[in-house]
């Protein structure tokens, strides 16, 4: 699995936390990546995604205003700044990486297009 998240936590509800995600083995620079997650008994759903070069991002509606993407592709590092956290939001972050015939300017933003994913990072929003 070339791909690590780390930086889920417990946290109040109104708090931050900054999850990170590891390319390990491999680099993903010339792609875009996305953040999932997955609540108890739901199905995994798409939160954000970056293109390759970070300047396209993309966001699911309910996230918007208060989830940042980010990357450093000197690092080959993947990031989602969380604020203002809700009990909503406790569930499984996985970050994802297109398979390796993925074109260089497409950012995408369903599950299906996603062929990598770390084994996710848990983040429980307490009220």
């Known amino acids: 699995v070339p791909l690590v998240e780390s930086g889920g936590g417990l946290v109040q509800a109104g708090g931050s936390l900054r999850l990170s995600c590891a390319s390990v083995?491999?680099?993903?620079?010339?792609?875009?990546m996305g953040w999932f997650r997955q609540a108890p008994g739901l199905e995994r759903e798409f939160v954000a995604a970056?293109?390759?070069?970070?300047?396209?991002?993309f966001y699911a509606d309910s996230v918007k205003g208060r989830f940042t993407v980010s990357r450093d592709n000197d690092k080959n590092m993947l990031y989602l700044q969380i604020n203002n956290l809700k009990s909503e939001d406790t569930a499984v972050y996985f970050c994802?990486?297109?398979?390796?015939?993925?074109?260089?300017?497409?950012?995408?933003?369903?599950?299906?297009?996603?062929?990598?994913w770390g084994q996710g990072t848990q983040v429980t929003v307490s009220s």
């Open positions: 994802a990486a297109p398979p390796r015939h993925a074109t260089i300017d497409t950012t995408p933003v369903r599950k299906s297009e996603y062929h990598y």
């Open positions: 970056i293109s390759w070069n970070g300047g396209t991002t």
């Open positions: 083995g491999r680099t993903f620079s010339t792609y875009g």
